[in-house]
C-alpha cells in the first residue's frame, strides 16, 4: 500500500513539473547549433545560439551561446546542461532608457531566464547600467537552489545616436 502511495506522489509530482515546463514561455529564438559530441542514443551534445530583445530596452538585442545536453536524458527533457555560456549584446535600433534603468532602481534585473535541468538550475541574464560612461553591461551565470556557478560571461551595449 505504501508503495502505490509512493508512486502516487511521483505521478503527481511528474505531472505538475510537467505543466511547469509546458506553461513557461521560452523567450529565445533559435538561431542555430553545433554538435559537440556524438551519442548513439538519443540527441548529441550541442552548443545552441539563441537570440533574445531586452523586454524593456527597444533596439538591445543579446545573442547567447550555451551548452545543451543530449544523449536519451538530454532528448526527454530530464539530462542538466553544464554552466558554460557566452553573451555578445548589440544596439539594433534606437535605444532610449526609461527613468528607472537610467537611475539603477533596475540594476540587476533579470532580463531572460532558462531552466537548464529538470529542477533548480536556470541559466540567467541581468542587465546593469553604467552612467558615467553610458553603456548597458548584461551579465549572464547559472544557479541551482544550493550550488551555484561563478560562470559566467558579459556584455556591454555602448548607446550610441542611431542613424
Known amino acids: ?4 502511495l509512493n508512486i502516487a506522489k511521483q505521478i503527481r509530482f ?19 547549433s553545433v554538435s559537440t559530441k556524438f551519442k548513439i542514443l538519443g540527441a548529441n551534445d550541442k552548443i545552441v545560439i539563441e537570440a533574445f530583445d531586452d523586454p524593456e530596452i527597444a533596439g538591445a538585442t ?8 543530449g544523449g536519451i536524458s538530454g532528448t526527454v527533457g530530464v539530462a542538466e546542461d ?9 544596439q539594433i535600433g534606437p535605444i532610449e532608457l526609461p527613468e528607472n534603468v537610467k537611475n539603477g532602481q533596475k540594476d ?4 531572460f531566464k532558462k531552466s537548464t535541468s529538470l529542477l533548480f538550475k536556470t541559466l540567467q541574464v ?3 547600467y553604467d552612467p558615467k560612461r553610458n553603456v ?16 559566467n560571461s558579459i556584455s556591454t551595449i555602448p ?3 542611431w542613424h
Open 82 to 90: 553544464t554552466a558554460d555560456a557566452s553573451i555578445a549584446c548589440r
Open 108 to 111: 540587476g534585473k533579470e532580463v
Open 62 to 69: 543579446c545573442y547567447l551561446s550555451r551548452a545543451k545536453t
Open 14 to 32: 511528474s505531472i505538475f513539473t510537467l505543466i511547469l515546463l509546458v506553461a513557461s514561455p521560452l523567450a529565445a529564438e533559435q538561431i542555430g
Open 1 to 4: 500500500m505504501i508503495y502505490l
Open 159 to 161: 548607446i550610441m545616436a
Open 136 to 151: 548597458l553591461i548584461y551579465l549572464t551565470y547559472s544557479d541551482r537552489i544550493i550550488e551555484g556557478s561563478p560562470k
Open 126 to 128: 541581468v542587465r546593469f
